[in-house]
């Protein structure tokens, strides 16, 4: 029967060892076929198997073994771990402050003049203490202490790694904010698949859904209000500038995830619009002089 | 009232019957015994079969499953049913319906995008029984469509349309007429419901092919 053995050579056990997990595990991450066929059958046939209840047996080991493998693999891609770092880093920040709240709410029933916030602990955890009280005190200091520390540490990782991961993005939007883009997007390549549009608005999904409802105007900004190009400029050139450094924003998300190289001219290009919009304020200003 | 497959049955949690099927527990779930309780809250399939919809299943089927997610609902399939392949993009939820997988040796899971069929055709036998879809990715009567390939004619389709990823601004209804449209293509729309209480702005389909 040649059909069958044609048919079974697309099949994903084709030319393996039934005890080959390891290439069986490729093939299934890596192979493709035009269209399903009867694999048990053929793969009996074709003598990868005795039986289709061995048939069953081999599959289920090698799916196991590949996609195991595979999400591994996408897990640890590089933008993924860039994700994780700066979601801790907002979680450690956000819980050492509502920690320090707490603190200071208590610390103010057992000491004089307790400074708040994050310093206000860190100044804490360095008293001696002279209770058992004061004890549970100043060691709660000691762990907000340890997370504002931690907080800080994975902002220096991100500073250090986004970089390498997104050169163009981190140029332009400092580390932080580039980590923060790719987040929010999903990962690199969403974000590069993304249209300026929407990473114009990336962080700013309540407005924006409330607005596609009919409540609301449309949002200017989403996370982007954080770099000075946005934040900086008059209220009334935010919307220009949000959407000249979001267009340019995407394109080195692109250019990072389909070439990786760094690109000084789209930066020089960016720099001369943000001075044309800017210029704008100028004008008027001068304009009211007069 | 359709009669539930073979190893579906309804048994009492807390003085309500609820679904339930015999298997490993996956995320600690209620138990009866060895029956652990299917909960329709959490599983499109589930809530589709609690609302008596017409899916004439007898167990044993074999099963492709679209939008796995970390195997919540695929799990119960899998206790129920033949061999069972289950199709997951997002690699976090991955790593969960692997470990589901493990103790389930009729159970095997592809980290696929269920967009591409041809990248696991060389695994999905065909003349499937039974087509499971639960992606949230717009055109899914298209992924219907073209996944229709795997299921043997007459073989039986459970769609889980939710509406927001199609258009998060369309009215539902809107969305839901559009798909049922699009399955004409290659499937017989034989029961549609839309999933409340169970799930807001979903509507269930189940179809054949033709």
């Known amino acids: 029967m040649t059909d069958d053995t044609d048919a079974a050579a697309a099949g994903w056990f084709a030319g393996l060892d039934a005890v080959d997990t390891e290439a069986a595990s490729r093939t299934i991450r890596e192979a493709s076929a035009a269209e399903p066929a009867d694999w048990p059958r053929l793969a009996v046939e074709a003598g990868f198997v005795d039986s289709e209840a061995d048939y069953y047996n081999q599959l289920h080991k090698a799916t196991i073994h590949s996609t195991r493998a595979a999400a591994r693999a996408r897990e640890q891609a590089d933008d993924k771990q860039l994700l994780h770092a700066v979601r801790a880093m907002d979680d450690a920040t956000r819980t050492a402050n509502e920690l320090a709240e707490r603190l200071s709410e208590w610390a103010g029933t057992l000491f004089d003049d307790q400074p708040t916030g994050i310093e206000g602990a860190r100044r804490l955890a360095d008293r001696e203490p002279k209770s058992p009280l004061e004890a549970r005190v100043i060691s709660l200091a000691d762990r907000v202490d340890g997370l504002a520390t931690e907080a800080d540490e994975l902002g220096t990782f991100i500073e250090r790694q986004a970089p390498d991961i997104a050169p163009n993005l981190s140029e332009m939007a400092g580390p932080v904010l580039a980590a923060r883009l790719i987040a929010l997007a999903g990962g690199l390549e969403s974000l590069a698949k993304k249209p300026s549009g929407t990473v114009q608005v990336l962080g700013a999904e309540d407005a924006l859904f409330a607005h596609l409802a009919g409540r609301g105007s449309s949002p200017k900004h989403g996370i982007i209000y954080t770099h000075e190009y946005v934040s900086g400029t008059r209220p009334e050139d935010r919307g220009s500038a949000a959407r000249a450094f979001a267009g340019k924003l995407s394109i080195a998300a692109r250019i990072d995830h389909y070439s990786g190289k760094f690109k000084p001219e789209i930066h020089d290009e960016l720099d001369e619009r943000m001075s044309t919009i800017r210029a704008r304020a100028g004008a008027a200003s001068e304009g009211a002089e007069q | ?210």
Request: proline share 5%; aromatic share 8%.
């Open chain 2, 1 to 210: 009232m359709t009669d539930l497959p073979e190893g579906v049955d309804r048994r009492s949690f807390d003085g309500t019957q609820r679904l339930a099927t015999q298997g490993q527990p996956v995320y600690g779930e209620p138990t009866d015994g060895e029956w652990r309780l299917w909960d329709a809250g959490r599983s499109k399939l589930g809530a589709m079969l609690e609302l008596d919809m017409d899916i004439s299943l007898s167990g044993g089927e074999s099963v492709l499953y679209l939008g796995a997610a970390s195997g919540t609902t695929v799990s119960h399939v899998a206790d129920f049913a033949g061999p069972t392949y289950a199709v997951e993009f997002a690699p976090r939820p991955v790593r969960d319906l692997v470990g589901v997988a493990e103790a389930r040796p009729n159970l095997f899971p592809l980290l696929k995008d269920a967009r591409k069929p041809e990248t696991y055709a060389h695994i999905v036998e065909r003349d499937l029984d039974f087509l499971v879809q639960d992606v949230a990715t717009r055109g899914q009567a298209r992924v219907a469509v073209d996944n229709a390939q795997f299921l043997a004619d007459d073989g039986l389709l459970c769609l889980a349309v939710k509406a927001r990823s199609e258009d998060v601004t369309a009215d539902p209804e809107a969305v839901f007429e559009g798909v049922r449209e699009a399955l004409v293509d290659a499937y017989h729309v034989v029961d549609s419901q839309r999933l409340e209480p169970f799930h807001d702005d979903h509507l269930g389909i189940v179809a054949t092919k033709h």
